[in-house]
């Protein structure tokens, strides 16, 4: 494999989008010896294959405002990779999204996908609408507008999208009414459904609840656990609340929680009732999480700043991509950091992932740390289609052994001859094998 050449032409034909070109580099870099060692990936041509999307749909979404004013926003559906199952992936509402941004994440699905062991392809989707603000029925309104497109290129065999940044509840609720209204059919084309109309108990958490997990399993391999750790969460959102929660409910003490704002550290630990606060701050569709030190004065807000500069055993990126560079990883490790997991996609810069695998840290890419969440999600579909719900603690267990599985995949591809445990290579290769195999067993397509 040419890595230099592929980079070239893949840059070629991708300009304007790094986010893209920096996941699709630190995948073929860890999948190079596999490669190298299986002359049947190149034989068929599987990286130039599999980095390329089977369809990115783009599409214009126009809406009314409360003022009456029709509004303009993009729409987009990246259909990555299909091979182990329908396309599946969440779709994002934020107005930093991009073409190139939702072909990372969608690259990133694919692989994060596999190592659930559940047949679920590779997508992603969303718009540059921003929810910030909005009114209840001017997001019901953008909601139904996306989906008068979107409608067209999923279904519960075909593609089935969730939530991500600025899509919850409300907003899967919204674009399955407008969906089932256009189709005629009530099925489960979406996860992370309202848990009266087809959602699964336990969905909302799940991600943060896997990423705890996955942390546990890797302090595991030191003969440590959560139990009596201090642990650092950025953001305030899902991911971020079913972290706190899990960390807190193995014994950890979470300290530190942020907005883009700043971060907030709470010395005395943040759970119970300040979880409920918390759900609460977001729910009022505050984007600063400085008001959760005015209901629990005991906790400091450091403006502008983020929370890895906190001396922590555990640290849980769990807000947004590159969130976490060199410098914040330095500080971490200098502090003596044991584990970083991530729940966010692709939190922690390159930069600042060289530097944790060579201070040789446990370090738990996304990928293979927040694969709860969509773990989930395919336990949500299967519910659907056998037409039945698990209790939550059926869907818990499903969960814990799902993110034990990925991780002994990861130990299996990542451990080195020194028993140092490379997890960025472990889930690519664990995720990458079984795709490219499908690839070559169903043919040039
Ligand atoms: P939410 O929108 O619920 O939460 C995101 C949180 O991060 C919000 O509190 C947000 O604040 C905060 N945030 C945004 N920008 C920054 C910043 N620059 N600094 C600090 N905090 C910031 O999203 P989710 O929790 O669902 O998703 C978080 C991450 O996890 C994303 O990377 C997502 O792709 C990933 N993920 C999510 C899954 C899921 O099941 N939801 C599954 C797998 C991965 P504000 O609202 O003010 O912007």
């Known amino acids: 494999m040419n890595l230099e050449k592929i980079m070239a032409d893949l840059e070629k034909k991708n300009p304007g989008q790094p986010e893209f070109l920096q996941a699709v580099k630190e995948v073929l870099e860890t999948i190079e010896d596999v490669v190298?060692?299986?002359?049947?990936?190149?034989?068929?041509?599987?990286?130039?294959?599999?980095?390329?999307?089977?369809?990115?749909?783009?599409?214009?979404?126009?809406?009314?405002?409360?003022?009456?004013?029709?509004?303009?926003?993009?729409?987009?559906?990246?259909?990555?990779?299909?091979?182990?199952?329908?396309?599946?992936?969440?779709?994002?509402?934020h107005p930093s999204v991009t073409e190139g941004g939702l072909k990372f994440l969608g690259f990133e699905q694919i692989f994060k996908?596999?190592?659930?062991?559940?047949?679920?392809?590779?997508?992603?989707?969303?718009?540059?609408?921003?929810?910030?603000?909005?009114?209840?029925?001017?997001?019901?309104?953008?909601?139904?507008?996306?989906?008068?497109?979107?409608?067209?290129?999923?279904?519960?065999?075909?593609?089935?999208?969730?939530?991500?940044?600025?899509?919850?509840?409300?907003?899967?609720?919204?674009?399955f009414g407008m969906y089932k209204k256009l189709v005629g059919e009530h099925h489960g084309v979406f996860t992370g459904k309202g848990r009266g109309w087809g959602g699964s108990l336990i969905r909302p958490e799940a991600t943060g609840f896997g990423n705890v997990y996955f942390a546990e399993e890797m302090l595991k391999t030191r003969g440590e656990s959560m139990k009596g750790k201090i642990v650092s969460v950025s953001g305030f959102g899902n991911v971020s609340w079913g972290s706190i929660i899990k960390a807190t409910q193995l014994g950890a003490r979470v300290v530190t929680i942020s907005g883009p704002d700043?971060?907030?550290?709470?010395?005395?630990?943040?759970?119970?009732?300040?979880?409920?606060?918390?759900?609460?701050?977001?729910?009022?569709?505050?984007?600063?999480?400085?008001?959760?030190?005015?209901?629990?004065?005991?906790?400091?807000?450091?403006?502008g700043k983020r929370p890895w500069e906190v001396k922590v055993d555990v640290a849980l990126p769990?807000?947004?991509?590159?969130?976490?560079?060199?410098?914040?990883?330095?500080?971490l490790v200098n502090n003596g950091v044991m584990c970083v997991s991530e729940g966010a996609n692709m939190p922690c810069t390159p930069?600042?992932?060289?530097?944790?695998?060579?201070?040789?840290?446990?370090?738990?890419?996304?990928?293979?740390?927040?694969?709860?969440?969509?773990?989930?999600?395919?336990?949500?579909?299967t519910q659907n289609a056998m037409k039945l719900n698990w209790t939550a603690e059926e869907v818990?267990?499903?969960?814990?052994?799902?993110?034990?599985?990925?991780?002994?995949?990861?130990?299996?591809?990542?451990k080195d001859e020194t028993g140092f445990v490379n997890y960025v290579k472990g889930s690519n290769v664990a995720g990458f094998i079984k795709v490219a195999d499908a690839m070559i067993d169903q043919g040039v397509i």
């Open 36 to 93: 190298k060692e299986n002359p049947k990936y190149e034989a068929a041509n599987i990286i130039e294959r599999i980095i390329e999307p089977d369809r990115v749909i783009k599409f214009k979404v126009q809406w009314m405002d409360d003022k009456g004013n029709v509004q303009v926003n993009r729409g987009y559906r990246v259909q990555f990779n299909n091979a182990i199952g329908p396309y599946k992936g969440g779709c994002r509402f």
């Open 113 to 175: 996908n596999s190592l659930t062991t559940l047949p679920m392809g590779g997508a992603k989707g969303g718009s540059d609408f921003d929810p910030k603000g909005k009114s209840n029925a001017e997001i019901m309104r953008f909601c139904q507008a996306f989906m008068a497109e979107l409608y067209k290129y999923v279904g519960p065999d075909r593609d089935i999208p969730a939530g991500d940044i600025g899509v919850g509840g409300r907003e899967i609720g919204y674009m």
């Open 262 to 303: 700043g971060y907030v550290y709470d010395p005395d630990g943040i759970s119970g009732e300040k979880i409920d606060y918390l759900l609460e701050l977001r729910a009022s569709n505050q984007d600063i999480v400085k008001p959760y030190t005015y209901e629990f004065p005991n906790a400091q807000f450091f403006e």
């Open 318 to 331: 769990c807000a947004i991509q590159n969130e976490l560079n060199a410098e914040d990883a330095q500080t």
């Open 351 to 381: 930069e600042a992932m060289e530097i944790f695998l060579k201070a040789k840290i446990l370090y738990g890419p996304g990928k293979a740390s927040n694969a709860g969440g969509v773990a989930t999600s395919g336990l949500e579909q």
């Open 396 to 414: 818990e267990e499903k969960l814990h052994q799902i993110m034990i599985n990925i991780h002994e995949a990861c130990v299996k591809h990542g």
